[in-house]
């Protein structure tokens, strides 16, 4: 083993713990939506699918986003669902067969609010819903402004989904505050224009993220991790972003962490990109310097830096280098690092890495999102 891949296997092998539970090492999977749930059940091929990569060594397997039980949460019948009985005893075996092969796994609780279209199933008939009915790219009048009782719904929502993943053999829960869906639409200034409690400055926008992370705290056992999600850009506006200082973001992530988050996930594009300027700390960076808090990092990790959309448009990325990543790890920049396209791709991926074997890691190619492998 070269030295490169000796640091590799000894800086990524080292355990890690999110609130009460011990990760066995570094590597997460990342969320990715799959698509291969009929009736929102997941069946024996998505079981296979994720025990696979937890026996080859990945130590948190995060799944694909799951919708909570609300009625205006998805937009597919095809994505798993976090709720109802035949969905939930799916998840059930997933859970059992990941930690039969020594992995840990929690699921990505989801509500996509304003980014679904009515007359999409699960629910055709439900509205798009969100905090001031405008989607990401600005289009008003298609969706639902939430009332107070809609915003108690869907906190109710998410607090079951976590009650039931708790009961059901789950390790924690992730809370999918990214990307410009439901929570992020609050979170977001060009999204929320609400003038009551949950809109104005960041800490009024971060209002209702909090409310759902203390509901979900309350419905769980103190142990329990509870994840967040969260990201500056945005499916319709890569752009974006819900901070342009350090401070900025300290004021968002503060009452996130004190409605009891125990650790955060930092999605950005590209991990190697410094999040402000004057420092190189990335978004995780930074995440885990402002909270305290445990971090995640994610993006582009194990490839060369292509355009990132265009990968799952058809356009593969090169096998890239994981230097600059260990150096992080050695700064103790972040905790954990979520592996996407290249573990997509190659179920040994953490395998590969921990034992040294990097000239065996195959290149991204975007066939790898038609099958379950």
């Known amino acids: ?100 092969a020594g992995g840990t796994i929690v699921p990505q609780l989801w509500h996509i609010g304003m980014v679904r279209k009515q007359g999409d199933p699960p629910v055709a008939d439900a509205p798009a819903v969100g905090p001031s009915g405008v989607r990401t790219d600005g289009t008003e009048g298609t969706g639902k402004i939430m009332t107070q009782a809609d915003i108690d719904a869907v906190i109710g929502a998410f607090a079951a989904a976590a009650a039931a993943a708790e009961r059901i053999g789950f390790d924690g829960v992730e809370l999918h505050g990214a990307h410009g869906y439901l929570l992020d639409q609050f979170l977001w200034e060009g999204t ?43 499916q319709d506006a890569y752009d974006a972003r819900l901070a342009e200082t350090p401070e900025e973001l300290e004021s968002i992530l503060t009452p996130l962490a004190a409605a009891g988050v125990d650790a955060f996930h930092a999605s950005t594009r590209r991990y190697w990109v410094p999040e402000f300027d004057d420092s190189d700390l990335n978004l995780a960076g930074w995440t885990k ?75 991204y190619d975007a066939t790898a999102l038609k099958t379950l492998s």
């Open 192 to 234: 929320n224009r609400r003038t009551d409690a949950y809109g104005g400055d960041r800490v009024a926008r971060a209002r209702f993220s909090a409310e759902i992370v203390a509901a979900v705290r309350e419905a769980v056992s103190p142990g329990f991790p509870v994840i967040f999600r969260y990201s500056q850009w945005k």
């Open 1 to 100: 083993m070269t030295v490169a891949a000796s640091r590799a296997a000894e800086i990524l092998s080292r355990p890690v713990t999110l609130g009460g539970l011990t990760v066995p090492n570094r590597i997460a999977m990342a969320p990715m939506t799959r698509m291969f749930s009929p009736g929102g059940v997941p069946g024996e091929d998505v079981v296979s699918y994720y025990a696979r990569r937890a026996a080859a060594g990945v130590g948190l397997i995060v799944t694909e986003g799951t919708y909570v039980g609300h009625e205006s949460a998805g937009q597919s019948d095809r994505v798993p669902r976090f709720h109802g009985e035949e969905q939930l005893a799916g998840w059930a075996k997933v859970a059992e067969a990941v930690h039969a």
């Open 289 to 363: 310097k402002l909270t305290g808090k445990p971090a995640i990092t994610v993006g582009s990790v194990g490839l060369s830096g292509g355009d990132f959309l265009k990968s799952f448009q058809g356009q593969g990325s090169e096998v890239g280098d994981l230097g600059n990543l260990l150096d992080r790890f050695e700064r103790d920049e972040f905790d954990m690092v979520a592996v996407g396209r290249a573990l997509l791709q190659d179920p040994e991926w953490a395998r590969k890495v921990l034992s040294g074997r990097f000239d065996e890691l195959a290149p």
